[in-house]
């Protein structure tokens, strides 16, 4: 079975703090992907990677930033985390086109 | 206009109910389509997965393509309540990386 974890179920972080998600997935996927999930809204990609140190902006990349130094890890890094990044955040890898999601993590900014 | 859309519900049903979960879409290059199901508090998890027109049948769960009217479903048969969860659509292009997601489905299913 695909893998897919994720660092924090749940994280409180301060405005202006940076912010570090992590994701990790076991199956060698070439591609892995973050999203932000709200309510109304449903799924928004940030950004993707399809290979290490490779990166492509997704719908909404503002705020945000992301780091693939190896092949298993994606981190997406809040620079200062703002209100307005309070989301449910979701990893997620792929194998052609089947994407498998990690279990998210719960960003509160206060 | 959104290039997938899905209904929001709230849907609720009796246990032991059909299920129809619908999703309609505006690009025509999409052509593989996918059900994700999502408990509360949890990450999407792939229930079903096609290719193409046509149907696809998993235990209680078929999953039914029209390419020509653009438009997919998916039916879940003799409903428990364990099936109550969010359920998501999703397409995409051959070749391409990106899932287009529909906003999902909430469906609760009464004991």
Redo the contacts between chains.
């Keep these: 079975d695909v893998k897919v974890t994720q660092s924090s179920r749940y994280l409180v972080k301060r405005t202006g703090e940076k912010v570090f998600l992590e994701c990790v997935q076991d199956m060698d996927h070439e591609n892995m992907f973050w999203y932000r999930q709200d309510p109304g809204l449903g799924l928004r990609l940030i950004y993707f990677s399809y290979d290490v140190k490779m990166k492509e902006k997704g719908d909404i990349p503002e705020g945000y930033s992301v780091s693939r130094e190896k092949k298993e890890r994606f981190s997406l890094i809040l620079e200062s985390a703002s209100t307005n990044q309070t989301s449910m955040y979701l990893c997620a890898s792929s194998l052609s086109q089947k994407q498998y999601f990690g279990p998210g993590t719960r960003l509160t900014v206060t | 206009q959104k290039e997938v859309e899905q209904d929001?519900g709230p849907l609720s049903v009796p246990e032991g109910a059909i299920v129809s979960l619908n999703c309609t879409y505006s690009n025509s290059a999409f052509q593989?389509f996918?059900w994700?199901r999502q408990y509360s508090?949890?990450?999407?998890?792939?229930l079903m997965?096609t290719y193409s027109s046509g149907n696809k049948e998993d235990g209680r769960f078929t999953a039914q393509v029209d390419k020509s009217s653009k438009y997919i479903s998916l039916f879940i048969r003799d409903s428990q309540p364990s099936d109550s969860a969010t359920y998501?659509c999703?397409m995409?292009q051959t070749g391409a990386?990106?899932?287009f997601?529909?906003?999902?489905t909430r469906l609760t299913v009464i004991p």
């Design positions: 929001p593989y996918m994700y508090r949890k990450g999407p998890e792939l997965y998501l999703a995409i990386n990106n899932l997601f529909g906003t999902g």
